[in-house]
């Protein structure tokens, strides 16, 4: 397997404008978590799925974020209006229930 | 209550020296603490983990002590290679998803 596949890898908009990240989970991983790194606050979960459905989004940090997964081997991280703020590495990362989580290259978003 | 602290926030050590990076939580309910290995461009990878009904785990060069009662872990490097110069992040979480809690990591350096 090629481990957590994440796109694009490196993403400059502008402020105001529509950002996507997909991220396709290691096959058989029944978790996908959507994690965000940031200089201040380090690496924090954003949102976490089982079996394809949303369990914990308290992390997305306002209604500007949303994420899916319609199927196990897909999933998006979507921000409408993206503002400077946003900017970060954004992860996915995948496991199967009750192990270890396996990392992607990331998405470097900078929103100018 | 989600806490986990992470100390010190960089290090440098010479090549073959011993670099301890400590770690605490406040939340009992954790059950799983795994240690990440960051380098730049890439995401984080598991380097080892341990469970709290052990006080100690051992892995090539790297070994985690554990401390239940104080609620603390913390890792070592044996004989620490400049290869080994990356960012390390303790994390801990609990139950069947394995949601991640980070502490905010520790720059190491080992110089040649």
């Known amino acids: 397997d090629a481990g957590v596949i994440q796109s694009p890898r490196h993403e400059v908009t502008e402020m105001g404008q529509e950002v996507t990240l997909r991220c396709k989970p290691i096959?058989?991983?029944?978790?996908l978590f959507w994690y965000r790194q940031t200089m201040m606050r380090g690496l924090e979960l954003l949102i976490y799925?089982?079996?394809?459905?949303?369990?914990?989004d308290s992390g997305m940090p306002e209604d500007r974020f949303s994420a899916k997964m319609p199927n196990a081997s897909f999933s998006t991280l979507k921000i409408q209006p993206s503002e400077p703020r946003d900017s970060a590495v954004y992860f996915c990362?995948?496991?199967?229930?009750?192990?270890?989580?396996?990392f992607g290259q990331g998405t470097r978003l900078t929103v100018v | 209550q989600q806490q986990v602290k992470q100390s010190p926030q960089s290090l440098i050590v010479q090549k073959g020296g011993i670099p301890i990076i400590n770690c605490a939580y406040e939340?009992?309910?954790?059950?799983?603490f795994p240690w990440y290995q960051q380098f730049p461009g890439k995401g984080p990878a598991l380097l080892i983990a341990i469970r709290p009904d052990v006080s100690e785990k051992k892995e090539g060069r790297f070994t985690i002590s554990f401390n239940k009662s104080a609620k603390q872990f913390s890792l070592h490097i044996m004989d620490s290679q400049p290869g080994d110069s990356a960012t390390y992040f303790c994390a801990a979480s609990r139950g069947s998803a394995r949601q991640l809690t980070f502490g905010s990591g520790t720059q190491l350096t080992v110089l040649p």
């Open positions: 990362a995948s496991s199967w229930s009750r192990g270890d989580a396996f």
């Open positions: 939340n009992t309910a954790f059950d799983y």
């Open positions: 096959s058989g991983h029944d978790y």
């Open positions: 799925f089982n079996n394809n459905v949303p369990i914990d």
